[in-house]
Nanobody
Framework: VQLQACGGGLVQAGGSLRLSCAAA????????MGWFRQAPGKDREFVAA????????YYGDCAKGRFTISRDIAKNTGYLQMNRLEPEDTAVYYC?????????????????WGQGTLVTVSS
């Protein structure tokens, strides 16, 4: 499956962005879709994931209370609504397809990755 993330951009602190991740090639049938981010010089960080069939979200500490993950099965697309953005949220955001086996917050359990979309939050 091919994943294409978009929606990143430059936003002021306190603003919002919505990222999208479209699955192309075939119907997205993975156990879950996840979002990760990587800031310059830092390790990749788990942001959020959602069970594709059961619409159950799971959030990393960086996302709780500010971000909302969702998915539209008919459109084969996942979303990450990010509110009250802070400069510390500046990173490249990646969507990925979970392999259905391990922990949602473990990036090694994701088999397919999108190309990433850059989010820059200015202070």
């Amino acid at each position: 499956v091919q994943l294409q993330a978009c929606g990143g951009g430059l936003v002021q602190a306190g603003g919002s962005l919505r990222l999208s991740c479209a699955a192309a090639g075939r119907t997205f049938s993975s156990f879950a879709m996840g979002w990760f981010r990587q800031a310059p010089g830092k390790d990749r960080e788990f942001v959020a994931a959602i069970s594709w069939s059961f619409d159950s979200p799971y959030y990393g500490d960086c996302a709780k209370g500010r971000f909302t993950i969702s998915r539209d099965i008919a459109k084969n697309t996942g979303y990450l609504q990010m509110n009250r953005l802070e400069p510390e949220d500046t990173a490249v955001y990646y969507c990925a397809a979970h392999n259905g086996v391990g922990l949602l917050q473990n990036d090694k359990e994701y088999s397919y990755w999108g190309q990433g979309t850059l989010v820059t939050v200015s202070s």
